[in-house]
């Protein structure tokens, strides 16, 4: 059955008095009694907000490349070289930092040479996601792609069905300087083939690629291991690698399948067998949200009671427990050892609903992105922000024609979605000092938090003990790199029907004054569509008066909001 926005609307379970009464109350700052209690602490630095936990992921799987980031050279639709000027529009316009490609599980069934030379040459191959793939798309296109939108290149390597050597060749192939290079030995300077070839298919100057994924979901359809033999794989991998002076290399080791804290025990116990740990600098974590509370990769992106809304807010939010567990359990087993802290990669995040919405039979995984969403990725982000000691980087799964996406396109339409709104208004935190914001206000039953909480993605399904509250208003606030005197305040309100009114305070000193943007809707279920693309947008946050130095400000029912606090 077609979904279509206002079907959604109808079969929604707010009534229509709750939702005319949210509509008058959304945007108003009347005063009132406060709810809730925010309280700033801008001496209290939690830790450098890394840009890249505002990462992307784009995966040969569906139409994310082709068709979302890819319509080709000659196509009729605007493009940079053959990648959609729409993305790559969108992608500057948030600064995105960091894209992961080219999977996910098809990572790992993939030859980085088949993408390489003319692409009328190049072997279309079975690829994973039951999909032939033309490898019209490949390293130098990816390349491309970042340097179009300006993100870094975050690759993952194939180690499931590649060897170590193919690893070592693809660094050398992306970084190797192109001229003539010293050997440092007695042989004569010689220019390094990889590099050579390189040129050859239109790249002199090294891509630099830095970060590097060794495998993905290895303990899934990245060979469905177990700790102790991905461990010696990694080791095996990252014994030796091409290193250039320009390009310290950074290695993300294969993590946890969401809370799975045997698997990162047992993974740092057995990498310790032998502590060598060349340039491992973070450990990968996926965790999607299902739709439902029942299925792992179920429930309707557009349809859903006012039950299913908390229960999977609540259910994203058990992000926070995946962060501090498995960053514990990584210091743990690194005490007594004399090695730089591994940061957690939270590279796959996000919502995962059934396939009902999918925007046509080729565009495998698309699902529509409503407020829900936006709520999810405002609870994500400010969770990632709060442990800005503890998280590297992030990738949001997947940014186009996808899971939890933050454009959707088909041809020469596209639309941006919700989420995007929550990227764009949260990016006065890339770079800055995450500092402590304690937030008090009653929370928010589960309805639904008897059952276990059902866990996954593509490799594997699981269930983690049910959560039962959802926080009252939660956020996270930063001070800005260039400004002491600047914060940023982002604060989530989950209430469906309840503005929150909250007293902001920041410690010791004063505020003087505050802007802001709110994104909120009338309804939870809007959403933008090919038809309606500005059904849902940010608006500037209505502001109340600042008194002796505090502020209460209300948080409209079921919204984000972005607040700039400027101290005295
Ligand atoms: O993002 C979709 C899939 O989910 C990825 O390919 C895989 O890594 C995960 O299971």
Known sequence: MKITRRSALKTSALAASALALRGSRLFSQA??????????????????????????????????????????????????????????????????????????????????????????????????????????????????????????????????????????????????????????????????????????????????????????ESWGCGGNLVPEEYAAMFRRFTAWSPGYSSTPLRFVAVGPNGNDLDWTRRLFRSLYANAERRHLWGLSVHYYTSGSSKEFAAGDALKFSNDDYYDMLTRASIMERIVTGHFAAIQEASAGQSQPQVKLVVDEWGSWYSKSTQIGPEYNLSQQNTMRDALLAGITLDIFQRHADK?????????????????????????????????????????????????????????????????????????????????????????????????????????????????????GAAIASYTGTVLAAADVHAHNDFTERDAVKTVAAATASVSSGRVVHTFPPASVTSLQITLA
């Open 391 to 507: 998280v590297g980087a992030a990738c949001v799964a997947q940014t186009i024609n996808c899971l939890h996406s933050l454009m959707m396109a088909k041809d020469d339409q596209y639309f941006l979605t919700p989420t995007y709104d929550v990227f764009k208004m949260y990016m006065p935190h890339m770079g800055a000092q995450a500092v402590r914001a304690e937030f008090s206000a009653s929370a928010i039953t589960n309805p639904m938090a008897n059952a276990p909480i059902p866990v996954g993605g593509n490799s594997y399904t699981g269930s983690l003990d049910p959560e039962k509250y959802l926080k009252g208003l939660s956020g996270s606030a930063s001070v800005s790199p260039t400004n002491p005197k600047v914060l940023t305040l982002t604060v989530v309100n989950p209430h469906l029907d309840r503005p929150m009114a909250a007293e902001i305070n920041a410690g």
């Open 31 to 216: 005063a009132t009694s406060v709810d809730a209690h925010i309280a700033i602490v801008p001496g209290e630095a939690i830790g450098t907000i890394s840009p890249e936990i505002y990462g992307h992921f784009i995966e040969h799987l569906g139409g994310v490349i082709y068709d979302g980031v890819w319509v080709g050279r000659d196509s009729k639709i605007a493009n940079t070289g053959g990648i959609r000027q729409s993305f790559v529009d969108m992608m500057k316009s948030i600064k995105a930092p960091l894209l992961r490609w080219p999977g996910g599980c098809f990572a790992d069934s993939y030859d980085w040479r088949d993408g390489l030379g003319p692409a009328d040459k190049r072997p279309a191959r079975a690829a994973f996601w039951g999909q032939t793939d033309s490898n019209e798309y490949g390293l130098h296109e990816f390349m491309h792609t970042c340097k179009a939108t300006g993100a870094k290149p975050y690759l993952a390597a194939n180690m499931r069905s590649l060897q170590a050597r193919d690893f070592y060749n693809e660094i050398e192939y992306c970084n190797a300087p192109s001229g003539v290079l010293p050997t440092h030995s007695h042989s004569k300077p010689v220019a390094d083939s990889f590099a050579a070839q390189r040129a050859a298919n239109g790249d002199p100057e090294p891509f630099n690629v830095d970060l590097w994924g060794v495998g993905n």
